[in-house]
């Protein structure tokens, strides 16, 4: 939906500024530079010839009044179309701790880039889910008429707080033939500059002095462009990228803390965290409500924890520090809906007021491949959850996993470091990292033989993570359209199956396996000559179908889960009839992830039994071919037929 949206949003942008457009002149430099680009990303319809960033530093007024660190921002971008009549134009993200101080946009005509200033369109940039932000973008463009069209933007931006300056990417959605950061670092300001998968490409670094700043530049050329790609690894496990950390600096000779450890980053999100004035009597008859009459611990926890997920609708705040801050438990019980924070902090409280220990905590998914101990950064987290310490065990709860069954962790954040509120100290606790074993799908069918078809019954039963994987994508599927949904599941990825009786277990009971099953009808798969039998029994897991690369494809994949799926298919052979042929053992790997395949006669039936391992969800670029010689080896093997000798 959001890229929908910006395209609607662009199209108006350009019929806006059409009357600018007239004023440009393609030229033997942009004809230079186009040309350059499209070495770089061939399908690109304009690029950036330089994008230049210069930040310094000065002091401001933050929080409470409190002396903050401020960051401006020069940035020069100067662009050049790679086709007649595209749009050019870039986007300037922009909230409450952004400043847009000046901007100007020159088109060159003629001899020279002329001004042509004119107010930029504005546009959100969050997702449909987020109810109230502000972040937004402002966009600054025009249509090209020719291929070689130069254009020039640049703009004056102020952080209000230098904390909220966390990563700089030298990678864009256009081409770029050099990208330059320079940050001019003042003698009172202790700055780190972490430098992130630079072994992806050359990144020249230069450090020089200039009275009392110490001035970094960083530059990298030749930059393809990045675009949205499905089931795609999160950017910061590969692009190049610098984390920018405020550790100390000095006002008046008297030194303050930035984020030196990560007792400086708690510091921080406790004061947030402490302005949410919980009334804990609005919740009080809810708890009461949901723990009377229930004997154990564990049946109360759960309670608690399944009303919240059932009833608190997940919806995002991000406006400027109440994106911060959590809503009051009050505010949430109303509403029936809040962000990740204002869920853990009502989940939280009502366990406490249900007399467990309970806290709230900050967590990065597995979008963020930063751990707390490693950087002290507003970017090392971007969820809240809930932490349980109960039977000597630490629990983690996940107020917005709709459908987590309770022990049970959200992959999203299974490895990662917790920093867990105490009071005035902190605890950072670790989420056990995923384990193959608890993520099952087992596919069980039993087919015969019945003239030219085979029928039978299919079950599929999911545990884990992949039941929780299987709610996700079930719950998100127009209501009227989920059956023929487990209807497909059934089909087992084969167009010629009729699904009849079709049944699940209660998708509302967390605590048990989620199951669906089905009788079925196979037609066109049973070919006889004389008295020999063909058919097949195999089948290809179809959701792997969306994960082939095409050969366009530029960023690295990400399956978002591990598992372990177990095929057994039994097919009864008709009185007398016995196997002639029967496929070999199959085994194949890719890393870690692995697949065996065998046939076995039993009695009056032929069974396989198949085992498929992912435990290694990421695909590098540089594995794409592996992977698809993986992928085609299974597709390969599922074509086998069996041979049955007929009576």
């Keep these: 939906m959001k890229g929908r949206i910006l395209t609607v949003a662009l199209l108006t942008a350009f019929s806006c500024t059409s009357l600018f457009a007239q004023l440009q002149t393609p030229d ?15 399908k690109a319809k304009y690029g950036a010839y330089l994008i230049e960033e210069e930040f310094d530093f000065s002091t401001g007024k933050g929080m409470n009044d409190q002396p903050v660190v401020t960051a401006r921002d020069k940035g020069t971008i100067e662009m050049v179309s790679l086709e007649k009549g595209t749009p050019v134009g870039y986007l300037l993200p922009y909230n409450d701790f952004v400043k847009l101080r000046d901007y100007d946009f020159e088109i060159f005509y003629r001899k020279d880039f002329k001004s042509q200033k004119y107010p930029p369109l504005k546009m959100s940039l969050t997702d449909d889910d987020i109810f109230f932000d502000d972040s937004y973008g402002l966009y600054y463009g ?8 130069r254009c020039r933007f640049k703009y004056d931006y102020q952080y209000t707080d230098a904390k909220y300056l966390t990563r700089l990417f030298f990678h864009q959605g256009i081409p770029v033939k050099q990208r330059v950061f320079r940050f001019k670092v003042p003698s009172w300001l202790q700055l780190t500059i972490d430098e992130k998968n630079f072994g992806y490409m050359k990144i020249k670094k230069e ?7 110490t001035i970094y530049t960083y530059t990298a050329e030749n930059l393809q462009a990045m675009k949205a790609e499905p089931s795609s690894l999160g950017k910061p496990y590969y692009l190049p990228h610098l984390i920018i950390t405020v550790r100390s600096f000095s006002v008046d000779n008297k030194s303050y803390a930035g984020f030196k450890t990560v007792d400086d980053l708690y510091s921080w999100y406790s004061l947030l965290y402490q302005k949410a004035q919980n009334d804990k009597q609005a919740i009080s008859n809810q708890v009461e409500e949901l723990t009377k009459g229930l004997k154990t611990d564990e049946e109360k926890i759960r309670a608690i924890y399944y009303w919240v997920q059932d009833n608190i609708r997940y919806i995002a705040f991000e406006e400027g520090y109440a994106g911060f801050v959590p809503h009051t438990v009050q505010q949430v019980f109303r509403n029936k809906y809040g962000d990740c924070k204002g869920m853990a902090n009502l989940l939280t409280e009502m366990l406490k007021l249900a007399g467990y220990d309970a806290h709230f905590a900050w967590v990065g998914t597995r979008e963020i491949p930063y751990d707390h101990n490693e950087v002290q950064s507003l970017c090392v987290d971007n969820h809240a959850i809930s932490v349980l310490y109960f039977q000597g065990k630490t629990w983690f709860l ?4 709709k459908y987590a069954p309770f022990g049970v962790n959200a992959y999203r954040i299974q490895g990662k470091t917790v920093l867990v509120e105490h009071g005035d100290k902190c605890k950072v606790e670790r989420v056990p990292a995923a384990n193959l074993g608890d993520n099952t799908m087992q596919t069980t069918v039993r087919l015969k033989l019945d003239g030219d078809k085979l029928k039978g019954h299919v079950k599929m039963q999911f545990v884990g993570e992949a039941k929780n994987f299987f709610h996700y994508v079930y719950n998100n599927i127009p209501s009227n359209k989920r059956n023929d949904f487990l209807k497909n599941l059934v089909e087992l990825n084969n167009n010629n199956t009729d699904v009849t009786n079709l049944k699940t277990s209660d998708f509302k009971n967390r605590d048990i396996p989620l199951v669906v099953e089905g009788d079925v009808e ?10 020999v039998c063909y058919t097949s029994m195999d089948f290809f897991p179809g959701t792997f179908s969306g994960f082939i690369p095409d050969e366009e494809r530029l960023t690295p994949i990400d399956l978002d889960h591990i598992f372990v799926a177990s095929d057994e298919v039994i097919l009864e052979l008709p009185a007398n009839a016995k196997p002639k042929q029967l496929p070999e053992l199959f085994r194949a790997n890719f890393k870690e992830n692995t697949i065996e395949a065998t046939y076995s006669a039993e009695k009056n039936t032929i069974v396989l039994r198949k085992k498929m391992q992912l435990s290694t969800p990421v695909i590098m670029n540089d594995g794409f071919t592996e992977w698809k010689a993986f992928l085609t080896r299974i597709k390969e093997y599922n074509r086998n037929n069996v041979s049955i000798q007929l009576p």
């Excluded at 033997?28 to 061939?42: E, F, N, P, V, Y």
């Excluded at 025009?142 to 069209?149: D, I, L, N, P, V």
């Excluded at 996940?398 to 996993?401: F, L, N, P």
């Design 142 to 149: 025009f249509e090209a008429a020719e291929s070689g069209q």
């Design 28 to 42: 033997g430099d942009g004809a230079a530079q186009s040309t350059a680009l499209k070495k770089i990303s061939k």
């Design 207 to 213: 450090t020089r002095k200039e009275g009392n700043f």
């Design 398 to 401: 996940d107020g917005t996993e």
């Design 522 to 531: 196979v037609s066109n798969q049973v070919t006889k000559v004389d008295k």
